[in-house]
């Protein structure tokens, strides 16, 4: 597969007894001249469910290669588990679905047991109790009809389903997942925030971006709203509100009046990779 989909295995480790699932610490990235994060810092409990959203540009998958271990920050600590990335830590990372070369020829069974790789080791074969986990973690997902199907066949909503599958295979202790709603129809984004409850029931970490406000507020325990820093962080009758909002999205947030009981409503109007998007906010 390509590089992009590999995943950042590590060996289980004795992690540090009251250390919070993920501690950043002033993250600072630069691409050059170009500053993409600012001095980020944020804690996350063990088995917390985060949503990270923000405009275009905010950093958002910028902060999860930091956090895999994919690009290394300018400045800043990064503690999983009290351990830096790639110490130690099994990460499931999960990219943009427009990243990835569905033309592979590889079947969604293959892509699920690459997530055992590291349990494996590189010269070995699989065995069966490797294919029993595989095959479970598809059963979970509802996917493991589909198990020979290549992968490139399947629609979005399944595609999503077969990487988490991967996750649960690999025994992945934090998972990333950008944008994994992009593009996908409500069933299908009912089917992964199921999968999301699995995840979080075996005692996964999650940090999920995306550009669906609503079901962010509506599904996660906290959310974060970043535009290169962290405008708020906290529940999320906490993070959003007018002034936070018109701080992240700019001109992209528009204030109208209504003849209600709520004299103001705030519409967001964001482009994502996918279209314009719209959303409604009461001040």
Known sequence: MPDILHQLSYPKHNHLADAPALDVCDLTVRYGDFLALDGVSFLVQREERVAVVGPNGAGKSTLFKAISGIIKPTSGEIRIFGQPPGGHICIAYVPQRSQIDWSFPVTVADVVMMGRSGKIGLFRWPSKKDWDIVYDALEQ???????????????????????????????????????????????????????????????????????????????????????????????????????????????????????TETPEELILADTCCEGPDEHRWKK
């Open 141 to 259: 997902v509802n996917m493991l009809e589909l198990a020979k199907r290549q992968i490139g066949e399947l629609s979005g909503g399944q595609q999503q389903r077969v990487f988490l599958a991967r996750s649960l295979a690999q025994e992945a202790e934090l998972l990333l997942l950008d944008e994994p709603f992009t593009g996908l129809d409500a069933p299908s984004q009912q089917a992964i925030l199921r999968i999301l409850d699995i995840v979080r029931a075996r005692g996964v970490t999650a940090l999920v971006s995306t550009h669906d406000l609503d079901l962010a507020a509506r599904n996660f325990d906290r959310m974060m709203l970043l535009n290169r820093r962290v405008i708020a962080y906290g529940p999320p009758d906490q993070v959003f509100n007018a002034d936070t909002l018109i701080e992240a999205y700019g001109g992209h947030v528009h204030t109208l009046s209504f003849e």
